[in-house]
Structures are given as structure tokens and as C-alpha cells.
């Protein structure tokens, strides 16, 4: 069967391209399949670099040629545009029903992420696409130094208060001190990192993270209540720090959030407790 040849991470170009019916552009279809990645939270397994048009994968641009050439499951036209030529993606007939072969096989909660971010940028051309990319995404040194200061200070003052509410008995206290050290050594490592896809990736999802827990923060503050029981707060947070530890591992950045050394905030015993915690149940599933 043709689509159990297809490379796993090729269910997300294809399923793009069947949604929208057509995509003008390589540029585009390099652009959405970067966010259904980063923002989506989607572990496509296509690596982005910095090229001349912001991140630009390698890989992708592979399986398309495969796709289009070799397998025929897009058709792939040269359409000359008011300016410059420009290709233009359809899916053959083959191609809508090998990638719903695939579906088959793809998690609805997944499915249901790529399908937000289509819906949020599939109607905006190649331009605007590329403009926000590049805004948001390829990060220069003058401006990750200042991001890098606003994050760490908001970091130093997340710890100080969990570190203060810390519960023997909260394994979700363990977590939250876990998942802020873990940012803390990434922005640190991020400094030595050249590649400003790279870094703009981590510190958008760092941000990101960061805002949710500082409203978990809030959250608890006010209600006093344990962190479990803002469940779909706490889920996404969740949710966030896997997306930033698979990322930082397939990069090369730093390990695994489950291999990092926490040593330097908690004591032998509380590391045994996070090790025996985490070693029995996911992020996620902490919530319940």
C-alpha cells in the first residue's frame, strides 16, 4: 500500500494541501508546515533552518519533489505571476486518497491542531506568512538579549514563589520549580546557539509557557488551591514543556527534561521524589 511508503512526517504537507485545495508557493507550504510544527505543538520531524526566506526545511522540500515527481500525489505547476514564476500545488486524485489512508492513523487530537493552525493561516498569502514568520521566529542578537533579560527575570521571580509554596506532599510543586529551571537552562544555552531559528523557536515557546505559568501563579495565589485543580491550565503547560523538550533534543540544545539535572534547587530526596513521580506518570497526566 502506497501510503504506508510515505515517510511519517509527509502527512502533514499532504494533509495541508488537501485541506486547502491548492497552495501558490513553496514558500507558502514551507511556512505552514513551520507553524503547524511550532505553534501547533505537532511533532512533524521536518528541521527548519534559516535560509534567505526565513525557515526553510530541507527535508520538505524533498518529500515534495518525491511527491510530485516520483509518487504523483501532488501535481505541481509553474505559473508565471506578476512579478516572478512561482509554483503552484494541487493534490492529484491519488494523492486525496492516499493521505486519507493516512488519516487513518493520525490521533484526532492531533489532526485537530494541524486543522486550528490551517484555519488561522491558510487564507493569508506567502507574504504575510513570511513577514510574520520572520517577526516572530528568526530572533537577531540584539533582540534575543533583550528577550533573554525580560524572560530571566520573570523566571527568578516564578521560582522564588514556588520555592516558598513547596509541598512534600505536591508532586505538582515539583513540577512547576522543575519546568522553571528547565527554561532557565535553555535560555542559557540558547546564548550560545548561532542558528536564530533555533533560538526563536524556544524562546517563543518559552514565552509562551512562562505567561501560562505566571497565570497559574496568579491562579493559586488567589484561590489558594492546589495547581492540579486548574486542570486545562495546568494540561497546557504541560502540553508546552513537552513541546520545548522534544524540540531542545532534536536540536542538539539540551537534553531531555526528564534527563536534566535538577540538583542545583532541589535536595537528593525531593530529586528521588520528582525521579519516582515522573517516572510513573507524563506531564500531562499529572492533572489527574
Known amino acids: 500500500m502506497l501510503s504506508e511508503k510515505i515517510p511519517k512526517r509527509g502527512w502533514i504537507p499532504l494533509y495541508v494541501l488537501l485541506v486547502l485545495g491548492k497552495i501558490p508557493t513553496a514558500t507558502k507550504l514551507q511556512k505552514l508546515v513551520f507553524l503547524i510544527q511550532t505553534e501547533g505543538r505537532v511533532d512533524g520531524g521536518y528541521l527548519f533552518h534559516k535560509k534567505h526566506y526565513g525557515p526553510y526545511s530541507e527535508d520538505l522540500d524533498v518529500d515534495v519533489n518525491a511527491f510530485s515527481n516520483s509518487l504523483h500525489l501532488m501535481e505541481t505547476q509553474l505559473v508565471e505571476g506578476l512579478s516572478h514564476q512561482y509554483y503552484l500545488y494541487k493534490p492529484t486524485n491519488l494523492g486525496k486518497e492516499t493521505t486519507n489512508e493516512i488519516l487513518k492513523t493520525i490521533p484526532e487530537d492531533v489532526k485537530k491542531r494541524v486543522d486550528n493552525i490551517i484555519g488561522k493561516y491558510g487564507e493569508k498569502n506567502y ?11 528568526v530572533i537577531n542578537e540584539t ?11 520573570d523566571l527568578f521571580s516564578l521560582e522564588s514563589i514556588w520555592k516558598e509554596w513547596y509541598k512534600d506532599d505536591c508532586p505538582s510543586t515539583l513540577f512547576v520549580l522543575a519546568m522553571i529551571d528547565y527554561q532557565s537552562k535553555v535560555l542559557a544555552k540558547l546564548r550560545s546557539i548561532e542558528e536564530p531559528v ?3 523557536v524556544c524562546v517563543s515557546s518559552i514565552s509562551e509557557l512562562t505567561a501560562k505559568l505566571i497565570t497559574l501563579t496568579s491562579n493559586c495565589k488567589s484561590s489558594k488551591e492546589c495547581p492540579l485543580s486548574f486542570k486545562p491550565l495546568f494540561y497546557e503547560v504541560s502540553d508546552q514543556i513537552n513541546f520545548l523538550s522534544n524540540y531542545c533534543c532534536k536540536q542538539g540544545i539540551i537534553g531531555d527534561f526528564f534527563d536534566v539535572d535538577f540538583s542545583d534547587f532541589l535536595g537528593e530526596g525531593e530529586l528521588e521524589r520528582l525521579e519516582k513521580e515522573l517516572a510513573k506518570t507524563s506531564p500531562a497526566e499529572l492533572i489527574y
Open 127 to 137: 507574504q504575510e506568512l513570511l513577514e510574520y514568520v520572520y517577526e516572530n521566529y
Open 143 to 153: 533582540t534575543f538579549d533583550q528577550l533573554y533579560l525580560e524572560l530571566s527575570d
Open 198 to 200: 533555533f533560538r526563536g
